[in-house]
């Protein structure tokens, strides 16, 4: 039986499977290509877009531009998640009973990308309507909380659709992973970084006197225009893309919702492994590179070594997925990242607070380069494994239960880390405080202990204390021999239930198929 396993991974890469049950190939199951050109392209650019972003400085932004009070964040953050986890279950339920002629999900991405595009915009506009404000400035403080909780309601319709989407672009789930690894791959070497590169060497530039530019009008205009081209590159994928895995005719109910999530194992080991991973206590690495070693350019320049091994490490994915399992793979790049880290901040961390190597770029940059290097072996690994497994846990739930459940299924993969992020985001809030982190100072200038604190939150510390969010991935079991048959199994269904429509001789007939299908029950030819 194994050796029918191993072959029928060999003929499935070749474009045909087989039928380990009976021997014999399956014409079902064949490596058909679904998705033309201009399609890809604009999953390339749709890919490109998910970083074309300053989204690293976010916290400069908040921190010495827009200025609001470290407690009042951590207390806004707790309340905003509450209201972000109540709204992910009902949107989640209205995404999942949705049935349009343009498909489940594509009508809340067209819908709502250029209205949450234009409400996004006054997001940078912030230091702009409230100039020379304090900290805790009550109307600023209000303006941010309501224009946070609309943005975010707006973007949960799209984020739950989008990712549903996703997995439902083909059925073919060799295309799928090929269409993963060449727009990952791709939108590095286009250039999604781009603005973020730049940013940081003109915010050097500013922060450092040699350019006499303002530096809020940096940030606004940045911000702006990357925002707008973002937001017309993901448009353009969502006009010509289109849904290839059908869903059940009749709607699912709520309780159906609920069962596909409780009986879908793989989705839930994933959302347990997010969710202790998210007990990590961090701080983005940019503001180490800024306050400790004093230039954000020097984070582009460490990664310059690195840059070709990352583009390289995709040329990996294929074999090694041949020779190792999802799950071994996922366990590997997870580990190997976490062993990268932990040497840095070991090293880092000799002299203590005072006399810290940390505080030596001259050190720290060759270091972290080396580190860049070993940790981009595995970037292949690590931006295509995670996405097809959570693809495969959508393609579970229709073979478990007999329908799809994307979006109530990405709300419960996110419901527990969004509880346990609320707690997690008001924290770290609180830490910067606590720590003696002091806004609006000048680069450089921050206390010793402070400056280590911020070492530390970008290095050693993220790793020890979200350590155990790779356990769960030690029982996920979608491998080999069950995938194989699940994909077989989910190829023969969709075949009997498209001919059983087509032959259908009035609407009768297909409201008892529809319901028959939805109970998991199968016309079989």
């Known amino acids: 039986m194994e050796e029918k396993t191993n072959a029928a991974f060999d003929e499935q890469n070749q474009g045909i499977v087989i039928d380990y049950e009976k021997g014999v190939k399956n014409p079902l199951l064949r490596n058909r290509r679904y998705v033309g050109t201009a399609e890809k392209i604009g999953y390339l650019l749709n890919d490109v877009a998910g970083s074309f972003n ?139 970084k781009i603005p973020e590169l730049v940013f940081g060497l003109l915010l050097d530039l500013v922060n450092n006197n040699v350019l006499k530019w303002d530096r809020t009008k940096l940030f606004v205009s940045f911000g702006i225009g990357t925002a707008a081209l973002s937001c017309a590159m993901s448009f353009y994928f969502f006009l010509v893309s289109q849904e290839r895995v059908s869903q059940t005719i009749e709607k699912p109910s709520v309780m159906q919702g609920m069962k596909a999530i409780i009986t879908n194992k793989p989705i839930l080991l994933i959302a347990l492994s997010e969710f202790l991973e998210g007990f990590a206590v961090s701080k983005s690495r940019t503001n180490y590179f800024i306050d400790v070693l004093g230039s954000a350019t020097l984070q582009t320049i460490v990664g310059i070594p690195a840059s070709p091994v990352s583009s390289i490490s995709y040329a990996f994915v294929a074999p090694m997925r041949k020779k190792f399992s999802t799950k071994a793979l996922w366990i590997m790049q997870d580990l190997w990242v976490d062993a990268c880290w932990l040497v840095v901040f070991a090293i880092g961390s000799i002299g203590g607070m005072k006399n810290g190597l940390y505080k030596n770029k001259w050190v720290m940059c060759p270091l972290l380069a080396v580190e860049e290097v070993f940790e981009m072996c595995g970037y292949g690994l690590r931006n295509v494994i995670p996405s097809e497994m959570y693809n495969e846990a959508m393609d579970y739930c229709e073979w478990k239960n007999g329908y799809r459940a994307e979006a109530m299924t990405g709300v419960a993969k996110g419901l527990v880390k969004k509880l346990q992020g609320i707690c997690m985001g008001s924290i770290q809030n609180i830490i910067m405080d606590k720590i003696g982190y002091v806004q609006g100072l000048q680069i450089g200038t921050q206390a010793d202990s402070t400056k280590w604190w911020i070492f530390a939150m970008g290095t050693g510390i993220p790793i020890i204390t979200g350590a155990l969010g790779v356990v769960p991935m030690f029982f996920y079991d979608l491998n080999g021999k069950k995938r194989d048959q699940m994909y077989q199994e989910l190829a023969a269904r969709r075949e009997a239930v498209r001919n059983a429509v087509e032959n259908a001789k009035d609407a009768d007939e297909v409201e008892k198929l529809a319901k028959a299908q939805l109970q998991g029950e199968y016309i079989q030819k």
Do not use: H
């Open 54 to 192: 300053i989204g690293k400085y976010n916290d400069r932004f908040i921190y010495d531009i827009v200025k609001l009070d470290f407690n009042y964040l951590a207390i806004y953050t707790f309340f905003a998640g509450l209201w972000d986890t109540f709204n992910d279950t009902f949107i989640g339920v209205i995404v999942d009973r949705t049935r349009t002629r343009w498909g489940k999900f594509k009508p809340y991405m067209i819908l709502c990308q250029i209205p949450l595009a234009i409400l996004g915009l006054w997001y940078w506009f912030l230091p702009i309507l409230f100039p020379n404000t304090s900290a805790d400035y009550i109307p600023k403080l209000i303006f941010y909380c309501i224009f946070s909780i609309i943005a975010e309601t707006g973007g949960t319709f799209t984020s739950i659709a989008s990712t549903g989407f996703m997995a439902t672009i083909t059925p073919d789930p060799i295309e799928r992973t090929g269409l993963i690894t060449m727009a990952r791959l791709l939108s590095g070497l286009v250039g999604e």
